[in-house]
């Protein structure tokens, strides 16, 4: 029953290889789950653009948006055909105060990224 | 091994390290519960087994595999599933859900989503109608009932045939097996099952919840035939058909599932819904109400139970409290995960869920009050159709022109979708710029309006 491609009458939205999810300097609105394929997350300074790291199936992306009221603060680009869920903000703020243990996942995720950014920080000052 | 705890010094009811948890059912509110229950039991630290008791392999299909549903997994669940690290692969979802159209006998629109992309799923419960010939797609319930055993459940395919209370503790029998003690009993059996009975016994004052009948019914059309007639919009009637609340046609991957609700549905009620003029324009022109692919007429909660909890004891999904006449599933979602941070982080007595699990499931039954006023007025809607025809042109000049605020629009996806709580629909209607805009058009509507297409 596996398929071979991404299915385009199933769940999400389809971008295709290079395209942009969200931009840096965004208003962020929503955050993503990545339901299948593969994106770069990129940040520019200046005219220069790094790639962060590669995101993979079922990682949250944006999530820093429904927290904050800040920009996007990385490019979202596909990488080759990728689908993605989003999940809107608002209504999903509301359910987290209906049920805050909807938000540990997020809160996991938040917590890997600020250990490997501390391990990163580390390697470069070592 | 004893789930009160000797270390606290209280004879407190809670789950231990090596307490056992039957759970009865294994359909979404019961694998749910499973799967929440071991992973909060995880972050809590403790060790806990599970068995799940259910007779049916949804793998299989239909009968012997159907969980007798719509099958239709709302936007707010599918953004709440995703949240939980579950997501419904492409080999579950049939069809991507991305707009609704709203057939009445005045005219039809297409309502769209109100984001650029398909976050309703449409569903088999079980691996499909009865004539099915290509399995391309899997169970929805099979899906749910592997993650609750990927997380540790264990399922036992058997039917339950007593259940009573050994030394303050639910011991279970299941036919020609030797009766089992557990540490808690979690009851996700429906509405449907004959194992509801069981419980009758049970001397804690549960009372299962009201139901009445609703009408399935599988078509075989073929995924092009599908893609071209149906398409990714789910097809809803507000008919002026006597007895019929509320129709749906579902698009699968090869088959469309037609869904009536109302009172005493019936042949009669039936052959109306899908000879109408509407469903004939909405169908392909050369198929007819027969022959079909199976059908079935399920019992659904319309009000929920009393006491779905007692010690050691706890109802989830329709058995407990769940929504009316939508969004079941999302229903089985909270009140499971409810149950299962109860269970885990505050303990297993009445007194616990009570405190803790019953203001979520009071919540649903106060949210399913305003439902019923909500549905009343659609109820009028259907019977006035100078009142229909208002709806349309409103829910018309939203659609056609970008801008413009999408009141009825957003009433009318919430209510179909079963997206959002009846009190913010509720409340949504009560806006001066909706009223006035409802206002006008029924005003309007005094002269016919030309019959329109999507």
């Known amino acids: 029953m596996k398929k071979k491609s991404i299915e385009k009458g199933a769940l999400g939205k389809v971008y295709q290889d290079g395209e942009i999810i969200t931009r840096q300097g965004d208003v962020g609105e929503v955050m993503y789950v990545i339901q299948q394929g593969k994106v770069d997350v990129l940040m520019g300074t200046n005219d220069h653009e790094t790639l962060l790291r590669v995101a993979e199936e079922g990682e949250f992306l944006g999530e820093m948006a429904i927290f904050d009221h800040d920009v996007r603060s990385a490019t979202l680009r596909a990488q080759g055909e990728v689908k993605v869920l989003t999940i809107d903000k608002k209504n999903f703020l509301k359910r987290i105060h209906e049920d805050p243990s909807l938000a540990f996942r997020i809160v996991q995720t938040m917590s890997k990224r600020v250990r490997e950014l501390g391990d990163e920080v580390a390697r470069l000052k070592g | ?454």
């Open chain 2, 1 to 454: 091994m004893a789930a009160s705890n000797p270390q606290s010094g209280q004879d407190k009811l809670e789950l231990v390290d090596g307490s056992k948890v039957a759970v009865i059912g294994g359909g979404p509110a019961g694998s749910f519960a499973s799967y929440f229950l071991l992973e909060m039991a995880e972050r809590a630290d403790l060790d806990i087994e599970i068995e799940i008791y259910e007779p049916r392999d949804f793998s299989c299909v239909a009968p012997g595999g159907c969980n007798m549903c719509g099958g239709i997994i709302s936007e707010t669940l599918v953004q709440n599933l995703a949240a939980e690290g579950i997501n419904l692969p492409d080999t579950v979802v049939q069809r991507g859900i991305e707009s609704y159209v709203l057939h009445m006998d005045v005219g039809t629109v297409r309502i769209e989503t109100p984001v650029d992309e398909k976050r309703i799923a449409a569903v088999y419960r079980g691996a499909g109608p009865r004539d099915i010939q290509v399995r391309k797609w899997g169970s929805f319930d099979h899906h749910l009932e592997e993650l609750a055993v990927a997380r540790g459940a264990k399922v036992t395919r058997g039917r339950v045939t007593q259940i009573s209370m050994d030394d303050g503790r639910p011991s279970i029998s299941v036919k020609g097996g030797e009766p089992k003690t557990y540490d808690l009993l979690v009851a996700a059996v429906g509405v449907n099952s004959p194992a509801l009975k069981l419980f009758k016994d049970l001397d804690f004052g549960y009372e299962p919840p009201q139901t009445t009948k609703t009408f399935i019914r599988e078509y075989f059309l073929g995924e092009e035939v599908i893609a071209k007639e149906l398409g990714d919009s789910m097809h809803v009637f507000l008919l002026n058909i006597p007895r019929l609340e509320f129709a749906a046609i579902i698009p699968k991957g090869d088959y469309a599932s037609v869904c009536l609700l109302g009172e005493a549905i019936d042949k009669e009620l039936v052959d109306a819904f899908l000879n109408s003029d509407e469903v004939k324009e909405c169908m392909p022109d050369d198929w007819e109400p027969e022959p079909r692919s199976c059908q079935c007429s399920p019992k659904i909660a319309v009000k929920g139970a009393i006491q779905p909890y007692g010690d050691r004891i706890v109802f989830v999904g329709d058995c407990g409290v769940t929504r009316l006449f939508k969004d079941g599933i999302g229903a089985a979602y909270r009140t499971a995960k409810a149950c299962a941070t109860t269970a885990v982080f505050e303990g297993i007595s009445e007194e616990d869920f009570r405190s803790h699990y019953w203001p979520v499931l009071r919540s649903i039954s106060r949210d399913n009050a305003i439902g019923k006023v909500t549905f009343s007025a659609t109820k009028v809607i259907q019977m006035l159709p100078f009142a229909r025809r208002a709806m349309l042109r409103m829910t018309q000049k939203e659609q056609s022109i970008p801008e413009r605020h999408k009141d009825i629009s957003q009433v009318l996806w919430d209510m179909f979708t079963g997206s959002a709580p009846y009190k913010d629909i509720f409340t949504r209607t009560l806006h001066p710029r909706f009223l006035g805009r409802l206002c006008w058009e029924l005003l309007a509507s005094a002269a016919p309006v030309r019959r329109s297409h999507p």
